[in-house]
């Protein structure tokens, strides 16, 4: 009797620690793209666990060039992970398949951020991520090279004509191309138009969601594209950004368009400055492309509610911003510290000046064909294929397929 009594005990103790075991292996499984944790994740994610007992994170990493695929795939095949560092651009193809949540904001969520910023994770008048990552671009230049073709090392250029006219001198009188122009078969090449565009006021999508990539603002955007070809570097059709900060820091050209995080990229000898893009004519103040990338919460795994919850202890202020220092990133929300980093850098300002008048990578159900067919459009207009208002109309025809 008493052996049976202890068999019933131990029996008893090892089901109740079984059963702690399994509430305590709940797992929210997350992917993040990259080579390794974002530095500090470990301790928010170990808050985070502290904080809701039961539940675990599982964090996956896998390289840039697999992990959008990867996560595409286990969604499509009915086995999602729960949360997932995306490209913004593909919330709207996610949310229209039903592969993934909202992730409501309440209004003082969204007013946390900078102007516009919420509009890059927002479809249908619904936010469908937590923005986790954030790049807008300036202008950087060679003072050196300025000097050199007799022009004021200290004063950049405001507009797109002074841009044209001082890239002109500088090729005419130095070793150097003026201009860094992207036109490769590469994703960046739509993002560098859309610079042009969202600093001449114009749009792809407007507030109604109606495409209105044929306008004033964008055929002038395109044409000044195809018109930098004259002071750009030979063949523009082989390069994309990161190739050209290769040029600028060879001195082969002197100015590019590029994110704060070249500016720790660049030679020590190199005599640089930057400042915000240059303006189109239809400008009403310094713009740039706004690049988010989001956590994305999938559907189907039963834990939603816990994972849009580990997403915006990910990404809350604090935690954030800690996060874009140590990766060097944009700020996504001017929290206390944001000014302090600009007094100490004022290379910092022109990457902040443009995100008032800056606007969104625009979002379509079929984001690679869209991206595709602006590529195309571009590449038209640099090799003088097409005249700019010929390929902006059949593209903006085009990429209404795409919606």
Known sequence: MIRT?????????????????????????????????????????????????????????????????????????????????????????????DLIVPVPMSEEEKASYYPNIVSTVTYDGTQWGVPVA?????????????????????????TWQELYDMAATIKEKTDAAGYG?????????????????????????????????????????????????????????AYEQDDLTALFNDRKVAMIQQGPWVRVRLNEELNWGVAPLPLGPQAKGPGTLLITD??????????????????????????????EKTHGLTPLRPVPGVEQMVEEDPTWKPFLDGIAFGGPEPLFTDYKAFQ????????????????????????????????
């Not at 022009?151 to 250029?157: F, I, Q, V, W």
């Not at 992207?182 to 560098?192: E, I, P």
């Not at 795994?301 to 604090?318: C, H, M, Q, R, S």
């Open 5 to 97: 009594g202890l068999l019933g005990a131990a029996t008893a103790a090892l089901l109740a620690a079984a059963s702690a075991t399994a509430q305590a292996d709940t797992a929210i499984t997350m992917i993040q793209c990259g080579d390794s944790l974002a530095e500090g994740y470990d301790r928010f994610i170990a808050e985070w666990e502290e904080n809701n007992p039961g539940y675990t994170v599982d964090v996956e990493i896998i390289g840039w060039s697999q992990c959008q695929e990867k996560i595409t795939t286990l969604a499509a095949a009915g086995t999602p992970v729960g949360l997932a560092y995306v490209g913004s651009r593909t919330l709207k193809q996610f949310a229209e398949n």
């Open 134 to 158: 954030f790049s807008t671009k300036a202008l950087y230049w060679n003072k050196d090279l300025f000097a050199q073709a007799g022009l004021d090392p200290e004063t950049p250029p405001k």
């Open 181 to 237: 122009l992207s036109a490769k078969t590469f994703d960046n090449t739509m993002h560098q138009y859309l610079h042009w565009v969202y600093t001449n006021n114009g749009q792809v999508i407007d507030e109604n969601g109606e495409i209105v990539l044929d306008s004033p603002q964008n055929l002038e955007a395109l044409a000044w594209y195809g018109k930098m070809v004259d002071v750009a570097q030979e063949g523009p059709t």
């Open 294 to 323: 989001s956590l994305a919460v999938f559907k189907g795994t039963g834990y939603e509610d816990k994972a849009i919850d580990l997403a915006k202890w990910l990404t809350n202020p604090v935690h954030q911003f800690f996060y």
């Open 372 to 403: 595709n067919a602006m590529i195309d459009m571009v590449q038209a207009v640099v090799t003088g294929t097409k005249e700019p208002e010929a390929a902006l109309k059949e593209t903006a025809g085009e990429i209404e397929a795409y919606r």
